[in-house]
């Protein structure tokens, strides 16, 4: 999303110059980390592109022909806030929406420098995210948007990648269940040493052994309405917001977050939320 948000520093008077776009991806981490050739790069991504989604598009063409593939993707869980942006540029794409249980997340993101490092915040957070792309997937339509449960693809991985291949009309091949030479993953150096690379199923987060019962209270209170709409049942029985907290709330997805911690400090006072008319 960098290069779009810039995309006006590419642009001439007959199109998109592909060697000034060329020049900036050889010195962005994420594209060095797709290992293509420089001399390559260089030769091939000149003359002028007649919009910058085409400029793209030849961008990762050449990414798969480096590595002798036909097709391509792009796993960027940002992109989820820009779906029906991508859409509209990309027409041929499709989007492919893997939800995990948003308890489990919660304990990532409190980990991430960007994300609230309250849980109040991390359920917002995350809860804002999965409903607008959902709501994104929707205006789509099954035939350019899917969603996948993590758990349900940690469990039966052929079937659920066999749905995928037919999604994308991809032929299914068993070497798809392979998971060992993670070398071929574009990752930069900082990604290799989160651990992202670890099999699925083995992060090691847990919020059934790793959240206390009033944390518990604070995410389902704030993300339970979302947990519900993609499967996931409360541990915890409702509970209504009070007229102070709910507006409190609602100022959060307005604003983005800044006002996070008045909520965290309503929970940590050690009483539930009053009931009351959200």
């Not at 948007?145 to 693809?153: A, P």
């Not at 091949?173 to 690379?197: F, N």
């Amino acid at each position: 999303m960098s290069f779009w948000r810039r995309r006006e520093r590419y642009e001439r008077e007959h199109g998109v110059d592909m060697a000034a776009l060329a020049a900036d991806l050889l010195r962005h981490e994420r594209f060095l980390a797709w290992n293509v050739d420089e001399e390559l790069v260089a030769e091939r991504l000149t003359g002028t592109a007649p919009d910058f989604a085409e400029a793209i598009r030849r961008v990762y063409a050449l990414y798969a022909e480096s590595h002798s593939k036909r097709r391509y993707g792009d796993k960027t869980p940002p992109f989820l806030m820009h779906i029906r942006m991508l859409a509209e540029q990309f027409p041929e794409s499709r989007f492919i929406h893997l939800v995990r249980d948003g308890r489990d997340v919660m304990l990532s993101l409190r980990d991430q420098p960007f994300a609230p490092s309250s849980f109040s915040g991390v359920a917002e957070y995350w809860a804002g995210r999965v409903r607008r792309a959902r709501q994104a997937g929707e205006r789509l339509g099954p035939g350019r948007y899917r969603e996948l449960r993590y758990e349900d693809l940690v469990a039966d991985p052929e079937r659920e990648l066999r749905r995928l291949c037919e999604f994308v009309e991809l032929g299914y091949r068993p070497e798809m269940l392979a998971y060992g030479d993670t070398s071929g993953i574009p990752l930069t150096s900082k990604m290799r040493a989160s651990g992202v690379v670890r099999p699925p199923g083995s992060s090691g987060r847990n919020w059934r052994t790793q959240m206390s019962k009033r944390q518990l209270r604070v995410v389902e209170t704030v993300a339970g309405d979302q947990l519900e709409a993609f499967g996931y049942r409360r541990s915890t029985s409702p509970t209504p917001f009070s007229k102070a907290t709910a507006g409190t709330v609602k100022a959060w997805r307005r604003t983005g977050g800044r006002v996070t911690g008045a909520i965290s400090g309503r929970f940590r006072r050690g009483s539930p939320p009053r009931t009351g008319t959200v």
